[in-house]
């Protein structure tokens, strides 16, 4: 699973190194390293969409989010996404 998080002005100061940091310890938690690419991108041009988070690209899809929101997307998005 390829996961992108965007490095953007606009995302930084939304909170995208906390994302980041987080992500990181949630797969190292659940041992995903090896199904889990985690990357970094600079500006993925959705800010106009009115994202109030984050961007993150989870396969091609991209989601809002934030700090807090984190630990719920992980096990929707990519614990789900691994499920099925």
């Known amino acids: 699973m390829n996961v992108t998080i965007c490095v953007g002005s606009s995302c930084h100061l939304k909170g ?3 994302v980041i940091k987080r992500l990181e310890y949630l797969i ?4 995903l390293e ?3 690419e985690l990357s970094g991108s600079f500006c993925m041009d ?8 984050v961007c993150v690209q ?3 899809v991209v989601h809002s989010v934030t700090p807090s ?3 719920s997307f992980f ?6 996404g691994l499920a099925s």
């Open 75 to 80: 096990q929707e998005y990519i614990l789900g």
């Open 58 to 60: 989870v396969d091609h």
């Open 69 to 71: 929101t984190v630990d």
């Open 16 to 18: 995208s190194p906390k």
């Open 46 to 53: 959705q800010c106009s969409l009115g994202s109030s988070g």
């Open 28 to 31: 190292a938690q659940h041992h």
């Open 34 to 36: 090896d199904q889990i």
